[in-house]
T-cell receptor, first 110, second 111 residues
């Protein structure tokens, strides 16, 4: 199974940047790194994904370590709506058996 | 619109009854999944299917059954053998490159 390690919880203030780390030391060369977030009583939603290069989209940025054994999801200016559980997973070779860890609970303070 | 649809949103079951949760996707994805989520917990994998007419047990398959007769559909039956079925159930489909897309979930309550 594709295993990832994330901190249980993190806190941030509104309008400040947030860096959410993830370790994925068992990643293989063809695995994409995906990030999802889940709001209460909703299904997880896609945030961002990447393979080797850093990625940016309207929601966040993804910084991938050179050895690909870790990555960081960056929310440039946290808002109250960003408060959620964030999950990091890697797929590709684990395609077809997608397993989630416990994720990181992000709390954003006004 | 392309997406994945779960129904119903809320479901009540009497003890001893089987119930079936629906999951339909029009994303042309081969892989589909069922997860269970209990309050304050992460997602646990029940069953998954990588291709039509084939499915595999996940980590907590006991008391559940699935079928995959069509690419678009992956229904989950919660049987009477599942001793604690009250939970939030999530269905997902996956593209190898784009990742997983989730439905909005079905909240099952045993009454």
């Amino acid at each position: 199974d594709a295993k990832t390690t994330q901190p249980n919880s993190m806190e941030s203030n509104e309008e400040e940047p947030v860096h959410l780390p993830c370790n994925h030391s068992t990643i293989s060369g063809t695995d994409y790194i995906h990030w999802y977030r889940q709001l209460p009583s909703q299904g997880p939603e896609y945030v961002i994904h990447g393979l080797t290069s850093n990625v940016n989209n309207r929601m966040a940025s993804l910084a991938i370590a050179e050895d690909r054994k870790s990555s960081t999801l960056i929310l440039h200016r946290a808002t109250l709506r960003d408060a959620a559980v964030y999950y990091c997973i890697h797929g590709g070779t684990s395609y077809g058996k997608l397993t989630f860890g416990q994720g990181t609970i992000l709390t954003v303070h006004p | 619109d392309g997406g994945i649809t779960q129904s119903p949103k809320y479901l009540f079951r009497k003890e001893g009854q089987n119930v079936t949760l629906s999951c339909e996707q029009n994303l042309n994805h081969d892989a589909m999944y069922w997860y269970r989520q209990d309050p304050g917990q992460g997602l646990r994998l029940i069953y998954y299917s990588q291709i039509v007419n084939d499915f595999q047990k996940g980590d907590i398959a006991e008391g559940y059954s699935v079928s995959r007769e069509k690419k678009e559909s992956f229904p989950l039956t919660v049987t009477s053998a599942q001793k604690n079925p009250t939970a939030f159930y999530l269905c997902a489909s996956e593209s190898r490159r784009q990742g997983a897309f989730f439905g909005q979930g079905t909240r099952l309550t045993v009454v």
